[in-house]
């Protein structure tokens, strides 16, 4: 081991016996924000405090919807709101009174009843509550779905379907609908969601033929672009094509246009197309992708190369002090912005650098930075570019981000990995979790566990979809029988069709990131040869045989 390396493994020792929890004393004069929250969240987890304490700091949380909120119920549970209607359910709702019986009978809650207990509800409420004796009503007719449709009643048809068997969403809703009722259908709130779900399950072919009828000027930026994929899942080209320039035009996005662009080019095999992507400017896998077969222009990507080493004055690993130097630069104009990134202008505090340099120039300009570590200098070229890929995806390569969902650091590993692999798997002595705000500890385990992924996943596209979903959704997810499978929009369509939109988006962004560092450093790959091996097992996991 060389006397760097040496030096290194020693200053993460030192480093690890900093770490401590906050206490309440500690935390109350800190400011609100997403660093409070996680620190408050510690406390709760692994610290020594009175209801009292919690109480007050509860009062600080800044995001109520958090993991912190959640345990500050479990310690201080919230007053429930008192139901009138309790104890009413399935069989005792005939003893209620009108009240309860209106409040208790939603679609989903009515379709467990039986058609003689809505006829007597429906009974009950026709004087007190006409609207709901419809619905109930209407449920007790040979085809529901369809009366609600004839009368336009839209959120009663969504509910409906969710609400349904699958057995029964195919009789109900195997059926065409009128195109007037599909545009008041578009309208509805939830309708996003709803769309969305649909085609993602590529299930019940024949209602979601009528997404078709749906007016493509009605529409705009995700929806019309579902409304495409949706197309192209039942081979109405035509349609897609529609969308498709509908969702180009709406999207704002450079990425989303390009994206909209690129299924243009599939389904129409117009170079002209190609030919659009390849002078965008922005780094995403259309335009790499257009550039592999037309020639033009690089892309224009800013790699800094600062000579110093470390910040003065500022510790790149305090999420309190990351925290409030967001907050200072948000009022900040660009001539200041540019000014104020200067300070930022060392190896240490690369990310902090191009966080501001891009806030100042509006976002349009592409910073790839490549910061010097100890723990990266013996790594292959293609391990560094997935872990400098991952990083700028994650965290943009600053080292005390916390997420809302409390990962940490550069490469933003949560709380419960990273104390399994400092504790578990690598035995750091003294380890504590914040300890991951240090980049050098942060690209060691980044790169550690990339040996565990990597003993199953071959391709980076899927290794991200495992960084960022886990191991086990990936290996369902590529398992599927209709997933990157040899087909005429493959893997394209099965890229657009990854269930979660954060996991989806992910590995689109951090392929681009892994193609172009790849390039930086001296050792390119098309990111069509990517794309081709894709629906090749052999090539890509060990999962697919």
């Not at 259908?185 to 085609?199: H, P, R, T």
């Not at 994650?394 to 969902?405: D, G, K």
């Not at 997933?483 to 069709?497: A, H, I």
């Not at 392929?511 to 050792?523: A, D, T």
Request: with cysteine; glycine share 4%.
């Amino acid at each position: 081991m060389n006397l760097l390396r040496l030096f290194s493994v020693f200053a993460l020792f030192l480093l690890c016996l900093d770490a401590k929890i906050l206490s309440y004393e500690e935390l109350k004069g800190k400011p609100k924000g997403l660093a409070k929250d996680y620190y408050i969240n510690r406390l709760i987890n692994d610290g020594n405090y009175t209801k009292k304490q919690i109480l007050d700091l509860s009062n600080d949380v800044f995001r109520k919807s958090g993991l912190v909120q959640k345990n500050i119920d479990k310690i201080l549970p919230p007053a429930q709101k008192e139901d009138p209607c309790n104890g009413v359910g399935v069989k005792n709702i005939l003893d209620a009174n009108a009240t309860c019986q209106n409040i208790r009978t939603t679609i989903a809650f009515s379709l467990k009843l039986s058609p003689q207990t809505r006829e007597q509800i429906a009974q009950n409420l026709a004087q007190t509550h006409p609207n709901k004796a419809e619905i109930l009503n209407i449920l007790n007719q040979k085809n529901p779905a369809k009366k609600f449709a004839d009368k336009f009643l839209t959120s009663h048809f969504m509910a409906l379907f969710n609400a349904s068997e699958q057995d029964k969403k195919e009789e109900l809703f195997s059926q065409k609908f009128s195109a007037e009722f599909m545009d008041k259908l578009y309208d509805e709130k939830g309708f996003s969601a709803f769309l969305n779900s649909l085609v993602l399950e590529r299930k019940f072919d024949k209602f979601r033929q009528n997404f078709l009828k749906i007016t493509p000027e009605k529409t705009s930026q995700n929806d019309a672009f579902f409304l495409a994929l949706n197309a192209v899942t039942l081979n109405d080209e035509k349609s897609a094509i529609k969308f498709f320039t509908r969702a180009k035009d709406s999207f704002e996005r450079q990425w989303q246009k390009d994206n909209a662009t690129h299924w243009l080019y599939l389904v129409t095999r117009d170079d002209e197309f190609l030919t659009q992507l390849s002078k965008s400017k922005d780094a995403n896998i259309y335009s790499l992708y257009a550039r592999d077969f037309i020639k033009s222009e690089p892309l224009e990507v800013i790699v800094p190369k600062p000579n110093k080493q470390k910040i003065s004055g500022f510790d790149v690993s305090d999420p309190f002090l990351w925290q409030e130097t967001v907050l200072k630069a948000k009022n900040m104009t660009p001539q200041q912005l540019q000014e104020y990134a200067k300070k930022f202008y060392t190896n240490e505090s690369l990310g902090a650098y191009a966080y501001f340099m891009q806030m100042a120039n509006g976002w349009d300009e592409q910073y790839f930075v490549m910061p010097k570590s100890v723990e990266l200098e013996d790594v292959n070229i293609a391990r560094k570019s997935l872990i400098f890929a991952l990083a700028r995806q994650e965290s943009l390569f600053i080292p005390a981000v916390i997420s809302t969902s409390y990962a940490l650091g550069t490469m933003q590993f949560m709380p419960f990995l990273a104390n399994a692999i400092g504790k578990k798997e690598l035995k750091i002595e003294n380890f504590d979790q914040d300890d991951m705000f240090k980049p050098d500890i942060a690209y060691r385990f980044a790169n550690h566990h990339l040996n565990y992924l990597e003993k199953f996943l071959y391709h980076p596209l899927f290794i991200a979809y495992a960084y960022n979903g886990g191991i086990g959704f990936t290996k369902k997810l590529i398992t599927r029988d209709d997933m990157f499978k040899e087909g005429r929009y493959e893997p394209f369509l099965s890229l657009e069709l990854v269930p979660v939109t954060e996991t989806r988006n992910y590995g689109k962004k951090v392929l681009s990131n892994y193609v172009i560092y790849r390039s930086l450093m001296g050792s390119s790959i098309k990111i069509s040869t990517l794309f081709e091996s894709l629906t090749l097992p052999d090539l890509t996991d060990k999962f697919r045989k």
